[in-house]
């Protein structure tokens, strides 16, 4: 409770010296200041302090194949571009299907004798295929935050071998060295867990495997000094819970190691949470008796009319909600992505008993009682045009990163072998500069779009009895 106090101070401290009106007003408590700060709309700017991912980042997620497959970490870019459209964020995707944490696919280490080595020959191992994968994929991005998530190739689908863990262990914190080194801020994550279709996956030996990993990878991240992400007990916790109540359920889609849209969902909220991703989008409060808004936190309500028992208003938000794949709608109902997430609220109060229809823009969204209304509506999936609007982001995101994998996998790296270049194709090299410059303008050009789709528009709310 004393560390909670102490940290809850020094918000409020670093609030006032932001906003400079607030030095000057007086406060009961830390309680009240931060309820005052809600009710001006300031909820969403305060906590966006603790989020990992800051204004001018340049993300780059570094896995195997699961960050490969640009699910997850698609959905990690879209909530940070949507939650906070006025900041400046790149992001890339260099995973490689069959990586581990020694970048075998980059680098090549001959692994029998990486296992086998004494600790002095095995730091020169790691240090020599960590620098050279690193030197090529990641580093020349110019990174400030990496996400490494590492862990399902490296313990080779099998017990746990001591071997192979003390190799994941030194790679992993040669990682992290290299990239503070280089100036980012470095986020380890565990891998998810296993998922065969079996009633009991925590029993698995190879997620009882994955799991000393894992414990593994927090010893990593504290000796290292960057931000340990924990997303195998919370994937495994809401697996066993779907596992009890039916042996046969199968949370993830996808294979056992490679989850579909739903898993990746899971994956993400997981992930997020971890990196200090918070769920407020906006709040509306109304009070219909009262004909007046009552509270606006990261949003504004203008043009408020209250006649002939209809309410309407225009709102213009400070964000939009987190877009959800909608092949991965399944997630929500098994896990709380939306109440951890994604909060975007309507309250209103004051209301004549019955059943009342949501129009956004003149298109029907939604309908919901009195009584539901005064506890508040979480319109992020719902929302009409502004849902919409975000599904369209999502949709370039998946766009720009399928461009960028494209340019980096495909022409970056593929060598043409020499005898080729000079008895079939002698213009190689001039023709890969051209490709590679034309995929980074069509890379460039979707960023354009995105950067344009992710701001807040106004729009027109209204809200009439349902018809009987």
């Known amino acids: ?150 862990g399902m190739n490296d313990h080779s689908y099998q017990a746990f071998r001591p071997d192979i863990f003390g190799a994941y262990i030194r790679s992993q914190a040669e990682l992290a060295k290299v990239l503070k080194a280089g100036g980012a801020r470095v986020a380890l994550l565990t891998p998810q867990p296993i998922e065969d279709k079996r009633p009991d996956p925590d029993q698995d030996v190879r997620n009882q495997s994955l799991r000393k990993f894992s414990d593994g990878l927090k010893d990593v991240a504290a000796k290292a000094g960057v931000t340990f992400g924990d997303q195998f007990d919370p994937y495994m916790a809401v697996m066993m819970r779907e596992r009890a109540a039916n042996p046969k359920a199968f949370i993830g889609g996808g294979d056992a190691v490679h989850p579909g849209p739903a898993g990746h969902t899971i994956m993400a909220w997981a992930i997020l949470k971890e990196l200090g991703a918070t769920a407020l989008v906006s709040r509306a409060e109304i009070d219909g008796a009262a004909k007046k808004v009552t509270a606006a936190a990261a949003c504004q309500i203008e043009k408020l009319k209250v006649a002939d028992g209809v309410i309407s208003f225009d709102r213009l938000d400070e964000a939009l909600p987190m877009p959800i794949d909608p092949a991965a709608e399944p997630a929500l109902k098994i896990a709380p992505i939306s109440d951890d997430l994604n909060r975007y609220e309507l309250r209103i109060t004051g209301l004549a008993a019955g059943n009342y229809e949501l129009s956004i823009d003149g298109e029907s969204v939604a309908k919901a009682s009195a009584e539901q209304l005064a506890k508040g509506w979480n319109l992020a999936t719902t929302a009409g045009a502004i849902t919409k609007q975000g599904q369209d982001l999502l949709k370039l995101v998946f766009q720009k990163n399928s461009i960028f994998y494209d340019r980096w996998r495909n022409f970056q790296l593929y060598s043409f072998p020499k005898w080729a270049q000079s008895v079939q194709c002698p213009e190689f090299e001039s023709r890969r500069a051209a490709e590679l410059a034309r995929l980074d303008q069509e890379v460039a050009a979707t960023e354009v779009q995105i950067e344009k789709l992710r701001k807040p528009q106004p729009h027109h709310f209204e809200l009439k009895p349902a018809a009987q």
């Open 1 to 150: 409770m004393r560390q909670a106090a102490t940290d809850s101070a020094k918000k409020q401290l670093v609030l006032r010296i932001q906003f400079p009106k607030l030095g000057r007003m007086k406060f009961a408590s830390n309680k009240q200041f931060f309820l005052w700060v809600a009710t001006v709309g300031l909820a969403a700017r305060v906590m966006a302090a603790d989020f990992f991912i800051q204004d001018g980042d340049r993300v780059v997620f570094l896995g195997d194949s699961i960050t490969e497959q640009r699910l997850y970490t698609t959905y990690i870019e879209a909530y940070a571009l949507t939650r906070h459209p006025q900041w400046q964020l790149t992001f890339r995707n260099v995973g490689w299907g069959g990586d581990t944490a020694w970048l075998r696919q980059r680098s090549h280490p001959d692994e029998a004798k990486l296992f086998a080595a004494d600790e002095a020959a095995q730091q020169t191992m790691v240090d020599d295929a960590v620098g050279r994968g690193l030197g090529r994929d990641v580093l020349p991005l110019k990174p400030t935050v990496v996400t490494i998530d590492f």
